[in-house]
């Protein structure tokens, strides 16, 4: 399990995404077996720092973000101290925001995974996302 927490502030979001990248790189999640589940997870970070950052910063000094790696699957999730739990509403086309938890819940659901939202024990919440690795080739055989 690897964790990094940031101060909620804007800086946070490519400071994050970019600490995410770098470890799935690390673990050898590179290349275009692995492009959709790398695409996917940064989007979901971006998405769920960003909704920290322009929603619970004011209740929240900081935001976490988790990553876990096994199992067949890559785990992200998000924790703030904010106890408004969001839903994943549809918006309308002409707003400019209030997308990005639909955003996450639709690649985790496309991709086969999942989502949700937990409280936490301090009365704050996590929002998290698993999206599935690919399968492992099979050796060639002669």
Same mark, same amino acid.
């Given at each position: 399990m690897w964790r990094l927490a940031a101060a909620a502030h804007e800086s946070a979001v490519p400071r994050i995404r970019h600490a995410v990248r770098d470890l799935l790189r690390a673990r050898g999640l /590179?290349? *275009?077996?692995?492009?959709? &589940?790398?695409?996917?997870?940064? $989007?979901? /970070?971006? *998405?769920l720092v960003t909704? &920290?950052?322009?929603?619970?910063? $004011?209740?929240t000094p900081e935001v976490v973000c988790e990553l876990a790696i096994g199992g067949g699957q890559v785990r992200v999730a998000v924790e703030d101290g904010h106890p408004h739990r969001p839903k994943a509403v549809q918006s309308d086309e002409e707003?400019?925001?209030?997308?990005?938890?639909?955003l996450v819940k639709s690649i985790s659901l496309a991709s086969g995974g999942s989502c949700d939202v937990e409280r936490t024990g301090s009365g704050g919440k996590v929002i998290w996302a698993s999206l599935p690795l690919p399968a492992p080739r099979e050796a060639d055989g002669d």
């Open positions: /590179v290349g *275009e077996r692995y492009a959709d &589940v790398t695409d996917g997870v940064l $989007l979901i /970070v971006s *998405e909704n &920290v950052v322009a929603h619970a910063a $004011l209740l707003q400019t925001g209030g997308r990005g938890l639909m």
